[in-house]
C-alpha cells in the first residue's frame, strides 16, 4: 500500500464537462488506445475459437470477493426485483463456471463489475468502484494454457499498438517509454515474494520493482480457485503490470462437490448463496475450466500512462466521488 503522503499527490480525474482542450485532446487519445485495446483482444480470442458471450448486470449469485485479502468493499448494492434479492455483479466468475461446463466450453465476455472500494482508496491511482473486465473461461484448460494465451495476446496487442497508434502514443508521452513485452513472462510465487516484501507489501513492492508484466502464483483466495489440499498451494495465477499492480486474476477451477463444500464452510460463506454450483459439482456436471479476468481500465491505464486509472473512463469512477454523469 502507498502512503497517504503518496497518495495525495495522485490528481483524481474531472468530468468531461470541466477539461481543458488539451485535457480533451488527451482523454480522446486514451479512448482510442482503448478501442485499438479491446478491437485487439476480443479479435484474439475470437480467433482462438472463444465464443462471446453478453453480460449480467444483477444476479442472486456472484463474486463473494473473500477471504481475498486485496478486497476492499465499503458496501454490497442489493435490491429486490419481483420478489427476490439481487446484487450488482461484482464479478460474473459463477456464471462463467456454469456456462464454460455447460453450452459454452470457450467463452469471454466483456463484464461490468460495480465494487464500492473504501473512499481512502481515491487517492492510489489505480482503484474505481465501477470498471470493466474482459473474463474469460475455457474448459479443461491448463493454467499453462491461459498464461500462454494472455501472453501471445498482450504481446501481440503492445506490439501491433506500437506500429498503429504512434501519434497516440506521442501525444501521452508514451511512443518511447511504452516497451513491447517478450514471452514468457517472469513467474514468481507469492511465497518468495512475502518473503522478500513482507505479507501486506508484496504487491506494492513487485509492481514498483518489475519494469515488465510479470505473474504472481499461489495466492490464497476464493473457494473456486484450485487448491492443492495436500500440499495448501493455489494453482492461481495473476498478472502484474508496472506502477499498475494486478491487472488479471486467474486460475485453474474447483469442479468437485466435497472440495467446494469444504472451502465455503472452511471461509464461512452462505452456502444458500451458491446453491446452484454445489448442486450441479454434486451431480458431476461442473467441469474442470481455468480462465481469468483481465481489468481493461487498468491495462489502457498502464499503455497510455496514466496516473489515475479513472483517466481511461469517459465518466470517472473515483472511490468517494460522485459525478452527475
Known amino acids: 500500500m502507498k502512503s497517504k503522503q503518496e497518495t495525495i499527490q495522485i490528481e483524481i480525474p474531472k468530468p468531461l464537462d470541466q477539461l481543458s482542450p488539451s485535457e480533451i485532446e488527451r482523454k480522446a487519445c486514451i479512448g482510442k488506445i482503448m478501442t485499438y485495446t479491446l478491437k485487439s483482444l476480443t479479435s484474439t480470442f475470437v480467433d482462438q ?25 465499503d458496501k454490497r448494492i442489493e435490491v429486490d426485483i419481483y420478489g427476490k434479492p439481487v446484487r450488482t455483479t461484482a464479478s460474473m466468475i459463477i456464471h462463467k463456471l456454469v456456462a464454460a461446463s455447460t453450452a459454452y466450453p470457450k467463452l469471454f465476455i466483456l463484464s461490468p463489475n460495480i465494487r464500492i472500494e473504501k473512499a481512502e482508496r481515491a487517492g492510489t491511482g489505480k482503484h474505481i468502484y465501477e470498471f470493466t473486465q474482459l473474463d474469460f473461461e475455457a474448459r479443461d484448460a491448463t493454467s499453462k494454457d491461459i498464461i500462454t494465451l494472455v501472453e501471445d495476446a498482450i504481446c501481440t496487442l503492445i506490439k501491433d499498438l506500437k506500429l498503429d497508434m504512434k501519434g497516440e502514443l506521442t501525444t501521452l508521452c508514451r511512443c518511447d517509454t511504452l516497451k513491447a513485452p517478450k514471452a514468457p513472462f517472469k513467474i514468481y510465487d507469492r511465497v518468495e515474494l512475502e518473503a522478500k516484501y513482507g505479507a501486506d507489501g508484496w504487491e506494492a513492492g513487485i509492481a514498483k520493482e518489475t519494469t515488465q508484466p510479470v505473474w504472481v502464483t499461489n495466492i490464497p483466495r476464493e473457494f473456486y480457485d484450485y487448491e492443492d489440499f495436500k500440499t495448501g498451494k493455489w494453482d492461481n495465477y495473476d498478472l ?4 499498475y499492480g494486478e491487472v488479471l486474476s486467474g486460475a485453474k477451477r474447483e469442479w468437485e462437490y466435497a472440495k467446494i463444500s469444504k472451502k465455503i464452510e472452511r471461509d464461512q460463506i452462505k452456502k444458500e448463496n451458491y446453491a446452484l454450483v454445489l448442486k450441479m459439482a454434486k451431480e458431476g456436471r461442473l467441469k474442470p475450466t481455468a480462465g481469468g479476468g483481465i481489468g481493461m481500465e487498468r491495462l489502457v491505464g498502464w499503455i497510455a500512462g496514466v496516473k489515475h486509472v479513472a483517466e481511461t473512463q469517459p465518466f470517472p469512477r473515483v472511490p468517494g466521488t460522485v459525478n452527475e454523469l
Not at 50 to 66: E, I, K, M, N, Y
Open 240 to 243: 502484474f503490470l508496472p506502477q
Open 49 to 73: 475459437g472463444f465464443q462471446w458471450l453478453l453480460p449480467v448486470a444483477l444476479s442472486q449469485c456472484t463474486d463473494p470477493l473473500w477471504p481475498d485479502p486485496g478486497a476492499s468493499i
